[in-house]
């Protein structure tokens, strides 16, 4: 159904920065951190340098490897998921992989993403129906380099070849303001399963969508939008959120949790109501910097019928072959 498949892609969100920062000391896993405090004094970092710099950090890394958790409560529907990352960086080429699964009842959704470095491969399974799709990286390559336009790789949006988590802090950085920016802490424990966990601090960032984009979204209400007015954001068509909030942590800026809001009252079709968390990502027993299998970045479709997107994708560009 298509409103599951917006649920699980939502959901998953792979696929929603930018001036040098110096890169922190080596990661550890979150299991053997020792407990550290804030800085002591006023906040003066703004939440856009947070997340523009926590883009900058996650792709210094050679390798990321994570568990991803997954809630989800939308249209009624209570979800809960599971799954892995992996991202591998070699000079500029980025592959990764991306595995989850969300339960809903007795129904589980299956969402496999892998960047190949040559392709991006998709495999989405709902009830017992499978789709497949890819993307041929160096064919977008060719056509943007024959037009000179290179560059255009650093439009995320448009880019799969740089997806995985930087792709999604990316996208937020671009679509989202981040005027609250708090020191706080989340519990460890919960984020690496250990029970001599400690709590771990963080910058809790909160990101509203930014006019522009929110005139886009709500065309009805450009007018508005632009003279300042308010906006009653529960107009935005579902699944979308109303706002975001990252848990960062405190010494390397890496996202652990991510949530997304939206207001309760659009069930109940009265007033505006307070916002409520629509989906709540967190990533679990972190590794950063471990070497991870080779083959874990390869997928063999076997005799899956798969649907080239290449051309369509190239359309979405304004380029034709």
Not at 78 to 97: D, K, S
Not at 128 to 156: H, K, P, S
Not at 238 to 244: F, I
Request: contains cysteine; glycine residues 8%.
């Amino acid at each position: 159904m298509r409103i599951r498949g917006s649920i699980a892609q939502l959901a998953i969100l792979i696929g929603m920065a930018l001036p040098e920062v110096a890169v922190l000391a080596q990661r550890q896993p979150v299991q053997n951190r020792n407990q550290t405090t804030h800085p002591a004094g006023v906040v003066s970092i703004s939440g856009a340098e947070l997340v523009q710099n926590a883009v900058r950090l996650l792709e210094s890394r050679a390798t990321i490897s994570a568990r991803i958790r997954q809630q989800v409560n939308l249209f009624g529907k209570e979800m809960v998921g599971a799954g892995t990352y992996l991202e591998q960086r070699t000079g500029g080429n980025l592959r990764f992989r991306l595995e989850s699964k969300i339960r809903l009842g007795e129904e589980t959704s299956t969402l496999l993403e892998v960047c190949d470095g040559q392709y991006l491969w998709r495999y989405q399974r709902l009830h017992e129906e499978g789709t497949l799709t890819r993307i041929d990286i160096d064919r977008v390559l060719r056509a943007l380099e024959e037009v000179d336009q290179l560059g255009r790789i650093e439009t995320v949006e448009q880019w799969p070849g740089l997806g995985g988590l930087p792709k999604l802090l990316r996208g937020l950085y671009v679509n989202f303001d981040f005027p609250t920016v708090e020191q706080a802490k989340l519990d460890s424990t919960a984020l690496s399963e250990s029970p001599s966990a400690v709590q771990l601090p963080v910058w809790r960032v909160r990101g509203q969508w930014k006019r522009e984009r929110m005139a886009e979204l709500l065309p009805d209400r450009k007018d508005d939008i632009a003279a300042g007015k308010p906006v009653n954001l529960a107009e935005l068509p579902p699944p979308l959120p109303q706002a975001v909030v990252l848990y960062l942590a405190a010494d390397d800026l890496f996202p652990h949790r991510i949530e997304y809001y939206r207001s309760s009252s659009e069930q109940a079709g009265q007033g505006r109501g307070a916002q409520q968390p629509i989906v709540v990502i967190e990533l679990i027993q972190l590794n950063v910097n471990v070497p991870i299998d080779p083959s874990r970045f390869f997928y063999n479709p076997g005799n899956l019928d798969c649907i080239d997107q290449t051309g369509d994708f190239l359309k979405q560009l304004g380029l034709e072959e």
